[in-house]
């Protein structure tokens, strides 16, 4: 039980290390971020990571993500993926990323598993090596050590701890763990938006060597200019990409993520208009985690009316929540609002809603 330091409310809800309800978020967010900034600050620098997207005069300006840092010689970006060494910008190109992977036995709990070819077979034979789950087969997972977003409940948040150090893998040796049962390489992490021209490289060099499809697990705050390249690698290959919506008002996302929600809305409805290109498989699907008393009813509303303006087809998965990283006061998902939520979406307009990690909800 914490009390908002703005209403004065009581609440299991309330996340003492945020100090504010979702609600007074919302409506008092000017007044309270400064506190809340706080809050991300400490975060990061836990992890000797920037506090803010370096903008430096005669910085190398960095072109992967909407920070579009400019970053000093020996400076990080935002991301700690992104470095400059004597002038050049390194980490994350075909050269090197930080990255690890493994083999996940197909059908997974992708996010995308309940549509997918994979979990499905649909696409046979197109894009499914049978007209079922594929099992016996395996998604290629890849994990990057780094990312663009500051999430105060993230559910990976380990990956900090190796944002910047260990080994650079050259795209090549990545690529080369593809083999006979690999079906699909999914990109996540972390994200691979600070990672993009490595895992584009390793996707098209894997591609060469077998048929794969190549799917998206992201934040979607990419620059503009990178979703031709990454819409196509899933177009043809009968991947899928998936975008993480954390929250529909830009105050909440700012306050959980410590960044705007406009990029990656932005992208999600560009890549949206490629939907009716390959009907066979959904290109596009969102999810979105319900962190109990902030991504409430309110928010699952305004995010399911945006997706229904774009297409109502496109599958919208809610995904349990389970207290992690900064936020681990706060209770799991409960399963009445989960399915509170899920009906939520339907009346907004979206046709294919699921709730996913259901282990994890709680009565």
């Given at each position: 039980?914490a009390?908002c330091?703005?209403?004065?409310?009581?609440?299991?809800?309330?996340?003492?290390?945020?100090?504010?309800c979702?609600?007074?978020?919302?409506r008092?967010?000017?007044?309270?971020?400064p506190?809340v900034?706080?809050?991300?600050?400490?975060s990061?620098?836990?992890?000797?990571?920037?506090?803010?997207?370096?903008?430096?005069?005669?910085?190398?300006?960095?072109?992967?993500?909407?920070?579009?840092?400019?970053?000093?010689?020996?400076?990080?970006?935002y991301?700690?993926?992104r470095r400059?060494v004597n002038?050049?910008?390194t980490?994350?190109?075909?050269?090197?990323?930080?990255?690890?992977?493994?083999d996940?036995?197909?059908?997974?709990?992708?996010?995308?598993?309940w549509?997918?070819?994979?979990?499905?077979g649909?696409?046979?034979?197109k894009y499914?090596?049978?007209?079922g789950?594929?099992?016996?087969?395996?998604n290629l997972?890849?994990?990057y050590?780094?990312?663009?977003?500051?999430?105060l409940?993230c559910q990976?948040?380990?990956?900090k701890?190796?944002?910047?150090?260990g080994?650079?893998?050259?795209?090549?040796?990545?690529?080369?763990?593809?083999?006979?049962?690999?079906?699909?390489?999914c990109?996540?992490?972390g994200?691979?938006t600070?990672?993009?021209?490595?895992?584009?490289?390793?996707?098209?060099?894997?591609?060469?060597?077998?048929?794969v499809?190549?799917?998206w697990?992201?934040?979607?705050?990419?620059q503009s200019?990178?979703?031709?390249?990454?819409?196509?690698?899933?177009?043809?290959?009968?991947?899928?990409i998936?975008?993480d919506?954390?929250?529909?008002?830009e105050e909440?996302?700012?306050?959980?993520?410590?960044?705007?929600?406009?990029?990656?809305?932005?992208?999600?409805?560009?890549?949206?208009?490629?939907l009716?290109?390959?009907?066979?498989?959904?290109?596009?699907?969102?999810s979105?985690?319900?962190?109990?008393?902030?991504?409430?009813?309110e928010?699952?509303?305004?995010?399911?009316r945006?997706?229904?303006?774009?297409n109502?087809?496109?599958?919208?998965?809610?995904?349990?929540?389970?207290?992690q990283?900064?936020?681990?006061?706060l209770?799991?998902?409960p399963?009445?609002?989960?399915?509170?939520?899920?009906?939520t979406?339907?009346q907004a307009?979206?046709?294919h809603?699921?709730?996913?990690?259901?282990?994890?909800?709680?009565?």
């Amino acid at each position: 039980m914490a009390r908002c330091r703005h209403c004065g409310a009581d609440s299991p809800l309330i996340s003492a290390r945020l100090g504010f309800c979702g609600p007074c978020l919302r409506r008092h967010f000017a007044s309270l971020w400064p506190e809340v900034e706080k809050v991300h600050f400490a975060s990061r620098r836990a992890f000797h990571l920037p506090l803010k997207p370096p903008q430096a005069e005669q910085g190398r300006l960095c072109t992967l993500c909407f920070h579009a840092c400019r970053i000093p010689e020996g400076g990080m970006g935002y991301c700690g993926a992104r470095r400059v060494v004597n002038g050049r910008l390194t980490g994350g190109t075909p050269a090197g990323a930080g990255v690890s992977w493994y083999d996940d036995a197909l059908p997974t709990n992708c996010v995308a598993d309940w549509f997918c070819p994979g979990g499905t077979g649909r696409g046979y034979p197109k894009y499914a090596c049978r007209n079922g789950p594929e099992y016996g087969k395996v998604n290629l997972a890849v994990f990057y050590h780094a990312c663009n977003f500051n999430c105060l409940y993230c559910q990976n948040w380990d990956y900090k701890r190796r944002t910047g150090a260990g080994r650079q893998v050259r795209a090549q040796e990545l690529a080369g763990a593809v083999h006979e049962r690999t079906a699909c390489i999914c990109y996540f992490g972390g994200d691979p938006t600070p990672h993009l021209p490595h895992a584009l490289a390793a996707a098209r060099l894997a591609r060469e060597q077998a048929q794969v499809r190549i799917c998206w697990e992201s934040n979607g705050a990419m620059q503009s200019g990178w979703l031709k390249p990454l819409v196509a690698s899933s177009l043809e290959s009968g991947g899928v990409i998936k975008f993480d919506l954390k929250a529909f008002s830009e105050e909440l996302h700012l306050a959980l993520t410590g960044v705007s929600n406009k990029q990656t809305l932005k992208n999600f409805a560009a890549v949206a208009q490629h939907l009716g290109e390959r009907p066979e498989v959904p290109l596009l699907t969102a999810s979105t985690l319900m962190v109990p008393g902030y991504v409430d009813l309110e928010e699952i509303h305004g995010l399911a009316r945006f997706l229904a303006s774009l297409n109502p087809e496109i599958p919208y998965s809610l995904l349990a929540f389970y207290p992690q990283f900064y936020l681990t006061d706060l209770p799991v998902t409960p399963r009445n609002l989960a399915l509170t939520a899920r009906q939520t979406a339907l009346q907004a307009g979206v046709k294919h809603v699921r709730v996913g990690n259901e282990h994890l909800l709680r009565d």
